[in-house]
T-cell receptor, first 114, second 117 residues
Framework: AQSVSQHNHHVILSEAASLELGCNYS??????LFWYVQYPGQHLQLLLK??????LVKGIKGFEAEFIKSKFSFNLRKPSVQWSDTAEYFC????????????FGTGTRLQVFP | DGGITQSPKYLFRKEGQNVTLSCEQN?????MYWYRQDPGQGLRLIYY???????QKGDIAEGYSVSREKKESFPLTVTSAQKNPTAFYLC????????????????FGPGTRLTVL
């Protein structure tokens, strides 16, 4: 079955540590890729997206993600996290044969301690 | 302010009762979606609608029903047939699934937390 996997379910870091959250998908065709973030008590919001072109995409708040087609991966990175990055992060895939649907991963809860 | 509103924020119902969750958007978006969020399971698509008076089942439509009588509204009814209705429900919208854009970003509402007692 087609799916999106986020292997890190819960990540705990100290401020200034580097972050990398894994995301792998199982679709064989062309895809659009997204990272969404859900801060405590807030709406789910788009962090960054990849449609085509440069596989290294930059998003808001210093986040970036790299699309590696051969590995079916779209890992999220940030060189130095802050306490305010505490949130739940979701990877999502949109198979380009169906422009309507987003398939979400199970999410990664990030806790950053001062 | 443009956006998506969901009401109520918290909802409690007795087992066996149907309940309707509201979703309204003033973004003039054509497409609307309902997701269910459970801990450790991410978001799963319940129903979506690309145009008024039309909607399609998502991955977990059993026990749910929707209507799309107006462009700005997409209410979700959780029926008594839904075996495990307690969850966080998110509504989303996007501008035009039929456009030539490679993808139309989905915008999310604040969610409704439903607890069935």
């Amino acid at each position: 079955a087609q799916s999106v996997s986020q292997h890190n379910h819960h990540v705990i870091l100290s401020e200034a540590a580097s972050l990398e959250l894994g995301c792998n998908y199982s679709y064989g065709g062309t895809v659009n890729l997204f990272w969404y973030v859900q801060y405590p008590g807030q709406h789910l919001q788009l962090l960054l997206k990849y449609f085509s072109g440069d596989p290294l995409v930059k998003g808001i708040k210093g986040f970036e993600a790299e699309f590696i087609k051969s590995k079916f991966s779209f890992n999220l990175r940030k060189p130095s996290v802050q306490w305010s990055d505490t949130a739940e992060y979701f990877c999502a895939v949109n198979p380009k044969y169906n422009t309507d649907k987003l398939i979400f991963g199970t999410g990664t809860r990030l806790q950053v301690f001062p | 302010d443009g956006g998506i509103t969901q009401s109520p924020k918290y909802l409690f119902r007795k087992e066996g009762q149907n309940v309707t969750l509201s979703c309204e958007q003033n973004l003039n978006h054509d497409a609307m979606y309902w997701y269910r969020q459970d801990p450790g399971q991410g978001l799963r698509l319940i129903y979506y609608s690309q145009i008024v008076n039309d909607f399609q089942k998502g991955d977990i439509a059993e026990g749910y029903s929707v209507s799309r009588e107006k462009k700005e509204s997409f209410p979700l009814t959780v029926t008594s047939a839904q075996k495990n209705p307690t969850a966080f429900y998110l509504c989303a919208s996007s501008i035009d699934p039929g456009s030539l854009s490679p993808y139309n970003e989905q915008f999310f509402g604040p969610g409704t937390r439903l607890t069935v007692l």
